[in-house]
């Protein structure tokens, strides 16, 4: 036990030294400098209710920027918040159950993937009402992909969006 609170925590021993300085717990407000939030429903996109994720902080009640995910991405290839050692660890899935079971390999926080192009990749990918998110990093490219949507429904566009936008920046890169 540290004797803090999970937003303190995390502000002192990931975002702070990430230099993260727009990623913070959910509060209850709706402050101006918050996205809309929306429910895409076929072709139309509607008002997402307000709902309180200040309630499941460490689920999904964390808000950020774009540029704060490349911030922690950046931090994550320099070993600013795990040793390379620990990494190796977190995504080792050799002994996974994860393909058996029809799912993609997944180690500690991180779907892992080894494209014979593009080497070793961990993402996370995310969404509850009124937002989507898909997060990349390409460890030997060296290579960090970040996107962010104010609507519910579209996780499968943030991931299209992710593919295309590391494309362009690998392609520009050699």
């Known amino acids: 036990q540290t004797g803090m609170s999970y937003a303190q925590y995390m502000k002192l021993n990931i975002w702070d030294i990430a230099g993260m300085s727009d990623t ?11 996205s809309r939030l929306y429910l895409k429903m076929g072709a139309y996109y509607l008002r997402s ?17 774009v540029s704060d995910l490349l911030k922690f991405g950046e931090a994550i290839l320099t070993n600013k918040l795990v040793s390379a050692e620990t990494l190796a660890l977190m995504i080792d899935v050799s002994d996974s ?13 991180w779907s892992v993937y080894l494209e014979q192009q593009n080497g070793r990749i961990i993402s996370h990918s995310g ?9 990349k990093i390409y460890l030997d490219k060296e290579v960090v992909v970040a996107t962010l949507s104010n609507a519910f429904g ?11 936008l590391a494309a362009i920046v690998m392609n520009n890169n050699e």
Do not use: H, M, R
């Open 24 to 34: 913070s717990v959910e509060v209850l407000s709706t402050g101006d400098d918050k």
């Open 49 to 65: 209710p307000y709902s309180d994720l200040s309630l499941i902080t460490s689920a999904g009640g964390v808000q950020s920027t």
């Open 97 to 109: 159950l994860a393909p058996a079971a029809g799912d993609d390999p997944y180690g500690l926080g």
């Open 127 to 135: 969404s509850q009402p009124g937002a989507s998110a898909y997060f």
């Open 154 to 164: 579209t996780k499968k566009s943030s991931w299209w969006l992710t593919e295309n």
